[in-house]
């Protein structure tokens, strides 16, 4: 049972235009949500997160944005750029932190000069 | 400050062989996290280790272990390879007992002939 889902499994996006990657989660305790970016042959690293307390983080040029109602999360890139090439996970964790972080499948973002 | 190191990078072996995978974590951080990827999987939690105990384990047989050791650095174990078990194997570290934001290494690419 896949409690944090990506949906889509891979996005092209034109340089300079926005990219919206999306994860839907199941599970209503889940309350610390995380963006991982992943290069090939290299770990993923961490991008960008948000307490369930907010709607919205921003750093950068990367935003996001979470609806709990929907149990929804969204990650906005703009402008996209060629480096921001890779596979973003989304993750979610329960008790603030305090429970393993689950992954989504992730999605392969390819962005296009 | 140096990052998560994982040995060995590239690791080939053959069924019902085992196998021991190492974790030098982050400086000063206490808490490490074992994940196993696979194509289309994205990462599966394996277990997480605070202060030389075992906090959390993911839904894997008894096959897969790990400990910690008291200057953090970690190890996980595989017995009786399958081919199965073919996967990167990442390994996180994090400050505290907060899974709130996770550093990874690069991972150990495991592949089971």
């Known amino acids: 049972d896949q409690q944090v889902k990506q949906n889509s499994p891979s996005l092209s996006v034109q340089e300079g235009r926005i990219s919206i990657l999306n994860c839907d989660y199941t599970?209503?305790?889940?309350?610390?949500f995380l963006w991982y970016k992943k290069y090939p042959a290299e770990g993923p690293t961490f991008l960008i997160s948000?307490?369930?307390?907010?709607d919205k983080n921003e750093d950068g040029r990367f935003t996001v944005f979470l609806n709990k109602s929907a149990k929804h999360l969204s990650l906005h890139i703009v402008p996209s750029q060629p480096g921001d090439s890779a596979v973003y996970f989304c993750?979610?964790?329960?008790?603030?932190?305090?429970?393993?972080?689950?992954f989504g499948k992730g999605t392969r973002l390819s962005v296009i000069a | 400050k140096a990052g998560v190191t994982q040995t060995p990078r590239y690791l080939i072996k053959t069924r019902g062989q085992q196998v021991t995978l190492s974790c030098s974590p982050i400086?000063?951080?206490?808490?490490v996290s074992w994940y196993q990827q696979t194509p289309g999987q994205g990462l599966q939690f394996l277990f997480e280790?605070?202060?030389?105990?075992?906090?959390n384990k993911g839904n894997f047989p008894g096959r897969f272990s790990g400990r910690q050791f008291s200057n953090s650095r970690s190890e996980m174990n595989v017995s009786t390879l399958e081919l199965g078990d073919s996967a990167l194997y990442l390994c996180?570290?994090?400050?505290?007992?907060?899974?709130?934001?996770?550093?990874f290494g690069s991972g150990t690419q495991l592949s089971v002939l």
């Open positions: 996180a570290s994090s400050q505290d007992a907060s899974n709130e934001k996770l550093f």
């Open positions: 993750a979610a964790s329960a008790g603030s932190g305090n429970t393993p972080l689950v």
């Open positions: 400086s000063g951080h206490r808490s």
């Open positions: 599970n209503s305790m889940f309350d610390y």
């Open positions: 280790y605070f202060s030389e105990t075992q906090r």
């Open positions: 948000i307490s369930s307390i907010k």
